[in-house]
């Protein structure tokens, strides 16, 4: 069973693993990750919330609505039972004004997010991106409005860099408006990008950390490793996207030692990559999908994985990355190093 924690600085609490709908409905550019409908949707609900899920996460961009449609109509009348989390930035189609953080596209694009979700409000309304064109305060005006007429309860962030975040929080403190209590980004053991800089500021600033992709689009599923050929119809590892594969030796080398914990647990590669992200700090939940009910089962099984400190570490040094400026030289100085340096750096500091 999944386990609770805080989402940030808010009062709420949520299911360490998110059931992620990208796959339902299965058009676009979610078609590698599912086409899943209602009954399929019905299905992978009640397992989900038999382990404890509570939060389900979509987007308006995913399947352009038909994700959230499927949502809305296979949540049904658990719909107060549970949390919803969607999204806005994205295109939603070709006007000058069909995308991006405006006045204008947040509040067409939430009240055309509870329509489809047959809702009348949203849990978690997150930014799905960065706007560096419109104003934040406008931004953020917005999101408070929709906070304030009850709309939607809490707001988040999602693929910003670290310095958007605390220019986001700066301006909300400044006016008076309601804060991101969150931030969604990409991590796995495989990409740990986000160690630099967004988890020290989550970890200052009380920021919950939603992770996509902790499987890294499915590179550390199992079935990709050195020397053993995908099973038809998979992905190539070269030219992968998301995350994108600048070492394919270190990838597979990550993989090894995924397989390697995981025969010592009689568990799975995924759910050793599922347990790592989980015991990291500042991570609140991670968002998982799947095509199959066997996959969605497995994942959840995560839950309960326990990895020994060794383990963990055998992971992080098999995932190591080198340190850029000025964090190496920052431990020079580690006689005044916070909590959130500390998330980056402790590792580094000689005993």
């Given amino acids: 069973m999944v386990e609770y924690r805080q989402l940030g600085n808010s009062g709420l609490r949520v299911s360490t693993l998110t059931l992620g709908t990208m796959g339902f409905g299965g058009t676009g550019f979610a078609t590698n990750v599912g086409k899943i409908d209602v009954a ?8 989900a919330r038999d382990s404890g899920v509570n939060l389900f996460d979509t987007a308006d961009v995913y399947s352009a609505g038909v994700s959230e449609e499927i949502l809305g109509e296979a949540l049904g009348g658990s719909r107060d039972d549970v949390f919803v989390a969607t999204k806005v930035r994205l295109p939603m189609g070709d006007g000058p004004n069909d995308a991006g953080l405006s006045r204008f596209h947040i509040i067409r694009s939430a009240e ?3 329509r ?6 949203i849990d978690l309304y997150q930014v799905h991106e960065w706007d560096g064109l419109t104003p934040l305060e406008e931004t953020l005006s ?6 304030h007429s009850g709309k939607v309860r809490y707001i988040g962030a999602s693929n910003f860099a670290a310095w958007h975040l605390m220019k986001s929080l700066w301006t909300a403190d400044r006016h008076g408006l309601t804060p991101f209590v969150s931030t969604q980004v990409n991590y796995s053991v495989q990409t740990r990008d986000i160690e630099y800089e967004i988890v020290p500021t989550a970890v200052d600033q009380g920021l919950g950390i939603l992770v996509w992709s902790p499987l890294a689009g499915g590179l550390l599923s199992g079935k990709y490793r050195r020397g053993v050929d995908a099973p038809a119809g998979s992905r190539h ?5 998301e995350p994108p594969v600048y070492d394919v030796d270190k990838l597979y080398d990550i993989v090894e030692e995924l397989f390697a914990v995981a025969d010592n647990h009689g568990a799975t590669p995924a759910q050793v990559a599922l347990a790592y992200l989980l015991a990291k700090p ?3 939940s991670l968002v998982i999908g799947a095509r199959t009910e066997e996959q ?4 959840l099984a995560a839950a309960d994985l326990q990895l020994e400190p060794s383990e963990f570490e055998r992971l992080d040094t098999v995932s190591a990355f080198n340190l850029p400026y000025p964090f190496w ?4 100085a580690a006689d005044r190093l916070s909590r959130a340096d500390l998330t980056l750096l402790a590792r580094y500091i000689k005993k």
């Fill in 40 to 47: 399929g949707a019905r299905r992978q609900i009640e397992i």
């Fill in 112 to 114: 055309a997010s509870l």
């Fill in 116 to 121: 489809r979700l047959k809702t009348d409000h």
């Fill in 142 to 147: 917005a999101l408070d409005d929709l906070v």
């Fill in 237 to 241: 590892v070269e030219g992968w996207g």
């Fill in 282 to 284: 500042a991570v609140t």
């Fill in 296 to 299: 969605l089962q497995s994942n």
């Fill in 329 to 332: 030289h920052h431990l020079n």
